[in-house]
Antibody, heavy 121, light 108 residues
Framework: QITLKESGPTLVRPTQTLTLTCTFSGFSLSSSGVAVGWIRQPPGKALEWLTHIYWNDDKYYDPSLKSRLTITKDTSKNQVVLTMTNMDPVDTATYYC?????????????WGQGTPVTVSS | DIQMTQSPSSLSASVGDRVTITCRAGQTIDRKLNWYQQKPGKAPKLLIYGASSLQSGVPSRFSGSGYGTDFTLTISSLQPEDFATYYCQQSYSSVGYTFGQGTKLEIK
């Protein structure tokens, strides 16, 4: 049974760096074809893809946010960490992590419950 | 970025209706198109992957079709639990797995 859970601060000040952790179980991020990604959703708006990291440490980022994002993995802890620098109120959103299965046409088949992040002074 | 455009943005329908939602990609994406359902306050749930493959556990009233740039999600007979927002997503471009803007399905 695959589960993922996001954790991190709910409130971040403008210009600060956000660090979110995705802790997962039921799969290994050292297995071929597996990735973990981050997707966010501003209040009342659509889903926005941010980044994902593959089992082989390949990383992909949204081009418009690439300079601000870093994704890393700790396979021994079953964790993926997202950092986003220079936070702004427009980054207020619910942040989700999700399991990507490349054998299912590279789809996100399992999602965490999401963690809300508010950027405000 | 590959733009994904869904239509309609919102839709009112009744229980038992057949409903179709469309998604158009800004360039060809082969069959790398996925559909998700999202209810208020909940995480998205995968319905369809690879344009037409039904995710395990998803009712067979959901179906997907399409190839290249034009795709559809069809619900053959709406049930009360199907009222939600639906998103398409392309997984063709490794530099951006863009989502559509969503289609909100409401009860008529």
């Amino acid at each position: 049974q695959i589960t993922l859970k996001e954790s991190g601060p709910t409130l971040v000040r403008p210009t600060q760096t956000l660090t979110l952790t995705c802790t997962f179980s039921g799969f290994s991020l050292s297995s071929s074809g597996v990735a973990v990604g981050w997707i966010r959703q501003p209040p009342g708006k659509a889903l926005e893809w941010l980044t994902h990291i593959y089992w082989n440490d390949d990383k992909y980022y949204d081009p418009s946010l690439k300079s601000r994002l870093t994704i890393t993995k700790d396979t021994s802890k079953n964790q993926v960490v997202l950092t986003m620098t220079n936070m702004d109120p427009v980054d207020t959103a619910t942040y989700y992590c999700a399991h990507l299965d490349s054998s299912k046409w590279f789809t996100y088949d399992y999602w965490g419950q999401g963690t809300p992040v508010t950027v405000s002074s | 970025d590959i733009q994904m455009t869904q239509s309609p943005s919102s839709l009112s329908a009744s229980v038992g209706d057949r409903v179709t939602i469309t998604c158009r990609a800004g360039q060809t994406i082969d069959r790398k198109l996925n559909w998700y359902q999202q209810k208020p306050g909940k995480a998205p749930k995968l319905l369809i992957y690879g344009a037409s493959s039904l995710q395990s556990g998803v009712p067979s009233r959901f179906s997907g079709s399409g190839y290249g740039t034009d795709f559809t999600l069809t619900i053959s007979s709406l049930q009360p639990e199907d009222f939600a927002t639906y998103y398409c997503q392309q997984s063709y471009s490794s530099v951006g797995y863009t989502f559509g803007q969503g289609t909100k399905l409401e009860i008529k």
